[in-house]
């Protein structure tokens, strides 16, 4: 496929530049041009998202930017006038799932052939997706990436009204940009962005790559928005960042993630969670400030990633698994009752079986509330891509199964220890299969299936536990 004059395709080397530069926070860069007001009238959209939460709330954005282009949303892709993927990269899984979405949702566009097809997200950010899509997925007419989504409206009118394919990808990360609109997928419980990027460049990870640098944005314009939430009747907000103990590091905030958590608390809203948190600069301030304030949630992912030091340090982590027991312990001991869950990738490079057996024993020790854990996925372009791998992947995926039966076993055996006991949940709604049992999420984090009194979606009710599984915990409602 011949590059067209005005594309700008990904450059996975120049995104992993990192100048000292601060970024430039924009408050009135968007802005949608009247011609384009309208565009939307009498059409669909149909967004749909994968990957961590990052995406999730770029999504909503996506759809605030949409619906004020007058565009209506909608369930299904066959009703769409537009369909957007917003993607992820960060395991070859992740992308087959949305090249095989792609691929099926094809036949539209022989029923249907005005639709338009983007594709946005981390995917778009990588060099040889893009080629891909160009080539085999000639119905994809937009793409943009991860720094300009704030382009939609004239990337999208230019679609519409020409009838070109049109390729946006910015490899360097843009400004921070404040006035975007936003349609809030939830009613109680927010997402709010602290900081955008990553610079810590693990060597098996594509998200500097995908995200660009660290950019923080400033403590008042989160504290601003929280304090909206909390007006509008929001119960609950999650602090988003790749790692957001860097926050305000870029920006040289006194106090960084700590001060800003206690800022936060200090507002009142009911329930504060943050995520994620490397342990690298895990600071003793923040642990402090959570043991100290009742609406920061007793809940911490920290991803681990591998139980043995050497991994750990060819995964560029900077941390040995002996500095991450003792952060770990010393979290047990200054927030009683603290969940914490963790990530684990399976199957690193030459990861040997004596490596591995340090990742069990490791949760052994720690008995982690949740695991989220992967089989090691090379991406291109990063350094753990370069390295030689001599593990078959039959002894990899057996790995995961014994880390998982593993974990699962001190999971349940911490949901458990619940039972007899009363807790808090924030009511979500009533469960699909049953309207009478409704669910919700503890402070620590575990969902409660529990029969309903009164409790109505928003509400923080108690609740008694009954039963414990692994993944979940019964109950009924004082
Ligand atoms: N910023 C977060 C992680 C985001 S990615 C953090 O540092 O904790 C979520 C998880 O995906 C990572 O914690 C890691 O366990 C996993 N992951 C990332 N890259 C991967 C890869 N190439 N292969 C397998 N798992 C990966
Ligand atoms: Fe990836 Fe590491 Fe950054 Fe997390 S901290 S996003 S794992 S590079
Ligand atoms: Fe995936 Fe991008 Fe998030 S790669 S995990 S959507 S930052």
């Given at each position: 496929?011949?590059?067209?004059?005005?594309?700008?395709?990904?450059?996975?080397?120049?995104?992993?530049?990192?100048?000292?530069?601060?970024?430039?926070?924009?408050?009135?860069?968007?802005?949608?041009?009247?011609?384009?007001?309208?565009?939307?009238?009498?059409?669909?959209?149909y967004l749909r998202t994968y990957g961590c939460q990052a995406n999730e709330r770029d999504s909503e954005t996506l759809a605030g930017i949409l619906e004020e282009m007058a565009f209506t949303p909608c369930d299904n892709p066959e009703d769409a006038d537009f369909?957007?993927?917003?993607?992820?990269?960060?395991?070859?899984?992740?992308e087959d799932k949305v090249l095989g979405e792609l691929g099926s949702l094809k036949r539209l566009k022989r029923e249907k052939p005005d639709i338009v097809f983007g594709l946005c997200g981390c995917m778009a950010q990588e060099e040889e997706i893009v080629k891909t899509l160009l080539e085999k997925y000639r119905h994809v007419d937009l793409i943009f990436g991860t720094h300009n989504i704030h382009r939609l409206p004239e990337l999208l009118y230019q679609v519409m009204m020409n009838g070109k394919r049109s390729v946006e990808v910015l490899s360097k990360e843009g400004d921070v940009i404040e006035n975007l609109p936003v349609r809030r997928f939830g009613k109680h419980k927010a997402w709010v962005n602290i900081m955008y990027g990553c610079d810590k460049f693990c060597t098996y990870c594509i998200v500097p790559y995908t995200r660009g640098k660290e950019r923080s944005r400033t403590m008042e314009d989160v504290l601003d928005e929280i304090r909206t939430l909390k007006q509008e009747g929001f119960k609950e907000v999650t602090l988003l960042g790749q790692n957001v103990n860097s926050y305000g590091k870029d920006l040289h905030i006194a106090g960084g993630f700590a001060k800003l958590l206690e800022?936060?608390?200090?507002?009142?809203?009911?329930?504060?969670r943050f995520t994620?948190?490397?342990?690298?600069?895990?600071?003793?301030?923040?642990?402090?400030?959570?043991?100290?304030?009742?609406?920061?949630?007793?809940?911490?992912?920290?991803?681990?990633?591998?139980?043995?030091?050497?991994?750990?340090?060819?995964?560029?982590?900077?941390?040995?698994?002996?500095?991450?027991?003792?952060?770990?312990?010393?979290?047990?001991?200054?927030?009683?009752?603290c969940a914490i869950s963790t990530d684990i990738i399976v199957g690193f490079p030459n990861e040997t079986k004596e490596q591995f057996q340090h990742t069990l024993d490791l949760v052994d020790?720690?008995?982690?509330?949740?695991?989220?854990?992967?089989?090691?996925?090379?991406?291109?372009?990063?350094?753990?891509?370069?390295?030689?791998?001599?593990?078959?992947?039959?002894?990899?995926?057996?790995?995961?199964?014994?880390?998982?039966?593993?974990?699962?076993?001190?999971?349940?055996?911490?949901n458990l220890a619940y039972i007899g006991k009363t807790v808090k949940v924030l009511v979500d709604g009533p469960s699909k299969k049953n309207k009478d049992i409704y669910s919700g999420y503890t402070d620590t984090n575990k969902l409660v299936n529990f029969v309903r009194k009164d409790a109505e979606p928003g509400d923080i009710v108690e609740v008694k536990i009954t039963d414990a599984k692994t993944f979940s915990l019964d109950g009924e409602q004082l």
């Open positions: 496929m011949k590059k067209q004059p005005g594309w700008a395709l990904p450059d996975l080397k120049e995104a992993q530049k990192r100048t000292n530069a601060e970024a430039h926070i924009e408050k009135n860069l968007f802005q949608i041009p009247e011609q384009i007001k309208m565009l939307g009238q009498g059409k669909k959209y369909i957007l993927l917003n993607t992820c990269a960060i395991r070859k899984n992740a800022e936060t608390a200090k507002i009142g809203i009911e329930r504060i994620t948190s490397h342990p690298w600069d895990f600071s003793d301030e923040m642990v402090d400030v959570i043991a100290q304030y009742d609406n920061i949630m007793p809940f911490i992912h920290l991803p681990v990633q591998s139980g043995d030091s050497d991994v750990l340090k060819l995964m560029g982590r900077r941390y040995s698994i002996e500095q991450y027991k003792t952060l770990f312990h010393k979290i047990e001991e200054k927030i009683p009752g020790e720690c008995k982690f509330d949740n695991a989220f854990t992967f089989i090691y996925s090379p991406r291109e372009g990063t350094p753990a891509a370069r390295m030689e791998d001599n593990i078959p992947l039959e002894e990899k995926q057996e790995r995961l199964q014994q880390l998982n039966e593993r974990w699962n076993k001190y999971a349940l055996e911490k």
